[in-house]
């Protein structure tokens, strides 16, 4: 091909016929140009492709990702509202009148009570996303807002719940391994006759509901906005994340 316009310009110049040089001249740099252009064109339209591609990737593991998250977050926070309200029952009885106290129920409450979760989502694919170039092929600009603030979220939703878990694990575990009996029949933690019920009247008691009263509330006041700003996100990443119907 480069022969054969080579061939065509030794001619006209052979020819003296410049200004049918200087046109044929000027229309090859004019092909030149169209196909570098359409070269690039070409390469952008593959990188384009690619990109996609890699996009519908990432897309479809985040949203597995969050979905295993979604699942965790629901559990941990029915845990929450059960052992708070547990708690609460708990506490409408004190001060504790052994004479007159359910002790099944009080026993069945003091169980769940003390039940102790943590969400810990799994954040691999997120971070992933974030941490390398490919966090440039995700086209939509809330779901990139959502996935730079996760993890900011996170932290500050985890430590009220860290909190929480210290204080169990520090003081208020301790103290029901010497007052109750750990069994999965909630009625008999009460029940074992080595325990001495008297504690149930002592005001270190009192303050041992209150402190877990104090923890769970903590946890789930939404007077901050926190639980509702992480519920909602993890939502709306799950909707961005969604493949396409």
Not at 36 to 49: E, M, P, R, T, Y
Not at 174 to 193: C, G, I, N, Q, V
Request: hydrophobic content about 40%; glycine content about 2%.
């Amino acid at each position: 091909m480069l022969k054969f316009f080579r061939d065509i310009r030794l001619k006209l110049v052979r020819d003296k016929r410049l200004g049918n040089y200087l046109i044929y001249a000027f229309g090859e740099i004019i092909l030149i140009v169209v196909g570098i252009l359409l070269a690039l064109q070409i390469d952008a339209w593959k990188q384009q492709s690619d990109d996609r591609a890699t996009e519908r990737m990432l897309l479809a593991e985040l949203h597995n990702e969050f979905k295993a998250n979604k699942t965790q977050w629901d559990t941990v926070m029915h845990y929450h509202r059960l052992s708070l309200a547990s708690t609460e029952y708990v506490y409408s009885q004190l001060p504790i009148d052994l004479k007159t106290v359910d002790l099944d129920s009080l026993s069945h409450h003091l169980y769940y009570m003390t039940w102790v979760f943590t969400y810990n989502p799994s954040n691999g694919v997120a971070k992933s996303i974030l941490n390398n170039s490919t966090f440039d092929v995700i086209r939509n600009d809330e779901l990139r807002s959502l996935l730079i603030r996760w993890n900011d979220m996170l932290v500050d939703y985890q430590e009220e719940e860290v909190r929480a878990f210290h204080n169990f694990e520090n003081r208020l575990k301790p103290y029901m391994k010497k007052h109750l009996l750990f069994t999965s029949e909630t009625e008999k933690a009460l029940r074992d006759p080595r325990i001495d019920l008297n504690f149930l009247t002592s005001l270190e008691f009192d303050n041992f509901v209150m402190d877990r009263y104090l923890d769970l509330d903590e946890i789930l006041d939404n007077m901050t906005g926190e639980l509702e700003l992480m519920e909602n996100s993890i939502n709306r990443i799950l909707e961005l994340s969604a493949p396409e119907n």
